[in-house]
């Protein structure tokens, strides 16, 4: 397996790099300080390309491969893992489904608007009562002539307020389980379609994360995503994708704390010396290091796979797993390497931490990735 990047990818990341530093570092702390959704940032990633990188020219994408993509949301987490994941959710858990599992006509109504940016999109999978156990969802969808009926209320919608479109999980069957739902691709000015409560969060603050509430919803029967009843498998080949978004992410920020740590170890002088002549802190930047670029061959391992077309669940869920414990690991050496100052605002180390928690929760807890990686091994 070839872990050099071709001069393509390294051009692309060049280019995110760039304007990560240029456009999203100078206004990332102030918008997430203030819970507000970085608009403008977003709309410039669409212009660049970036909120369509993986999918065909055809529907409007720029016709890259998934590692550049994995490539474009480290870059972006590095300066906000807020755009990261604004990114990744739209990309990932949106688009990805929509051409994936499609009809001809959904993906040339949705996706050139979803790939360019012009509109963003939310996935809700996550209910009140079904987290981890994703397939408990109490949701339903009813068949009414032409039209299905949906009810419930969903959680956690990243990016729900800023979303046009929302790909959803309901159930068709309920005594079927996780055999008995179906995706649905629902438009934001639906009747009977609102957002209920807006989530106040330890970090990651300029995406929203919303509850969504569907009463009586009527869609046409063509808002179905994919076969009836095979909704969870949707969810599931959709997650999978969606881990390695937010393993980039986490890789992101881990980057960002490593490189704020190396900076301010060679600034800060204790005992007349900088502290970065201490071994314990050369220790500690070695270690970051050193778990960084593990979880980053663990990351792109698994996206290459990806782009094969080989199946690459356990290597996702490994992918994730690791970076996201890496991503925590090294925000908290980060502050230690700050002291006391660290925990203040006036360092980005403090932010870094609390956006850190995140990649160990969503798109499945380190628990069920460790579920999913020894369920493929001892099966
Ligand atoms: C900021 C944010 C954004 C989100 N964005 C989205 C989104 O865009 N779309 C969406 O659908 N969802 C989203 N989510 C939901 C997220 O994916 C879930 O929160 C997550 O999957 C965990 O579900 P839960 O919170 O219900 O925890 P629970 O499932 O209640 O888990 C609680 C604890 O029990 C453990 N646990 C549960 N089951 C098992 C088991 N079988 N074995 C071992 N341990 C277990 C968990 O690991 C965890 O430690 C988001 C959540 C947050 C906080």
């Not at 570092?25 to 507000?36: A, F, G, K, L």
């Not at 649905?184 to 609102?194: A, E, L, Q, T």
């Not at 698994?302 to 994730?320: F, L, Q, T, V, W």
């Amino acid at each position: 397996m070839d872990f050099m990047l071709t001069e393509e990818q390294l051009m692309l990341q060049d280019m995110v790099r760039k304007f990560a530093k240029e456009e999203i570092e100078p206004v990332s702390s102030d918008n997430e300080r203030n819970h507000r959704y970085p608009a403008d940032i977003i709309s410039q990633l669409g212009e660049l390309g970036i909120m369509g990188i993986a999918y065909p020219v055809e529907y409007g994408g720029a016709g890259m491969d998934f590692v550049s993509y994995m490539i474009a949301v480290e870059e972006i987490s590095r300066y906000c893992a807020s755009t990261g994941v604004i990114v990744s959710a739209h990309s990932s858990l949106v688009c990805d489904p929509i051409f994936r599992f499609g009809t001809e006509e959904q993906k040339q109504k949705y996706l050139p608007d979803l790939l360019s940016g012009r509109k963003i999109g939310s996935f809700s999978l996550t209910e009140a009562g079904a987290g981890s156990d994703a397939g408990a969802t109490s949701t339903t969808a009813v068949l009414d002539g032409d039209h299905w009926i949906l009810n419930g209320s969903k959680i956690f919608a990243t990016n729900g307020k800023e979303a046009e479109v929302f790909v959803l999980i309901a159930s068709t069957e309920p005594s079927q389980k996780t055999r008995g739902v179906t995706t649905f691709i629902v438009d934001k000015d639906s009747p009977g379609y609102s957002i209920g409560k807006v989530e106040q969060k330890l970090g990651i603050r300029s995406s929203s994360t919303v509850e969504i509430i569907l009463d009586n919803v009527r869609v046409p029967k063509s808002a179905m995503l994919g076969e009836l009843n095979k909704g969870f498998k949707v969810s599931m080949v959709t997650l999978d994708g969606g881990r390695l978004g937010i393993a980039s992410q986490a890789l992101g920020i881990a980057r960002a704390a490593i490189e704020d740590s190396i900076k301010y170890s060679k600034e800060r002088f204790q005992f007349d010396q900088p502290i970065a002549n201490f071994q314990a802190i050369q220790w500690m930047i070695a270690d970051m290091w050193t778990e960084y670029e593990s979880a980053r061959l663990l990351t792109w391992r698994a996206s290459i796979m990806k782009d094969k077309g080989m199946n690459y669940s356990r290597e996702a869920a490994m992918a994730k797993l690791k970076a996201s414990e890496v991503c925590m690991f090294c925000a908290n050496k980060a502050i230690q390497i700050h002291g006391g100052y660290g925990f203040t605002e006036d360092f980005k180390v403090e932010r870094y931490y609390r956006d850190a928690k995140i990649t160990e929760l969503y798109e499945g807890t380190s628990e069920i990735q460790r579920l999913v990686i020894a369920r493929t091994l001892l099966k």
